[in-house]
């Protein structure tokens, strides 16, 4: 079964420093999405992406964060001068056009020291 | 604001019994309402959805029911089993917008 893998499981920064989390969607999806998960709250959506360029965002993803797909199977996100409140899971998902179903990866477990 | 969200934040039921989890939600222009189940440890898995125009879908062993008129989502597990065990959140999107909107979450724990 397809499934969206995502690298590291686990990423340990320090504060101020500029962390990637990386992502492979299902290939032959087109919507790609990043969402994070403060522990033991809600998924809150952050950025949606297609077609090379972003399609929705929340207040969430400031100009901190950047999403890029620099080639044809990685999504990454990127955050610039990490926080402590930038501690959490975070998802990666993607759907197919036309489909309600998303798929997510296990999610990297971001802690900020 | 709008929101999804969920009436309880646990539930217990014992083996083999039948689970009831509610949502409410107050976002009326949603087209779609989606459970997903996240295990520990694991991403948000789907479980099934139902369109705004619709009141009830089943799938296995599961049954979502909508009532749009008190907006309120809910989902049924028959014959919960231990591998039940997960939260579970409710979420809803838009045609053409497939961000999802997640609720808060029910923590469901299955007794022997």
């Known amino acids: 079964e397809p499934e969206v893998t995502q690298t590291p499981s686990h990423q340990v920064t320090q504060m101020g420093q500029e962390v990637i989390l990386r992502c492979v969607p299902i290939?032959?999806?087109?919507?790609f999405y990043w969402y994070r998960q403060i522990l033991g709250q809600k998924v809150e959506f952050l950025v949606s992406f297609y077609n090379n360029e972003i399609s929705e965002k929340s207040e969430i993803f400031d100009d901190q964060f950047s999403v890029e797909r620099p080639d044809g199977s990685n999504f990454t996100l990127k955050i610039r001068s990490t926080k402590l409140e930038d501690s959490a899971m975070y998802f990666c998902?993607?759907?197919?056009?036309?489909?309600?179903?998303?798929?997510f990866g296990q999610g990297t477990r971001l802690t900020v020291v | 604001g709008e929101s999804v969200g969920l009436h309880l934040p646990t539930l217990s039921v014992q083996e083999g019994d039948n689970s009831i989890i509610n949502c409410a939600y107050s976002n009326s222009a949603s087209d779609y309402f989606i459970w997903y189940k996240q295990e520990s440890g694991k991403g948000p898995q789907f479980i099934i959805d139902i369109r705004s125009n619709m009141d009830k879908r089943q799938g296995q062993r599961v049954t979502v029911l909508l009532n749009k008129t008190v907006k309120h989502l809910s989902l049924q597990i028959a014959a919960t089993q231990p591998g039940d065990s997960a939260v579970y959140f409710c979420?809803?999107?838009?045609?053409?917008?497939?961000?999802?909107?997640f609720g808060a979450g029910t923590t469901v724990t299955v007794r022997a």
């Open positions: 290939s032959n999806h087109l919507y």
């Open positions: 998902a993607s759907t197919r056009v036309g489909g309600n179903e998303a798929f």
């Open positions: 979420a809803e999107n838009s045609v053409n917008d497939y961000k999802l909107s």
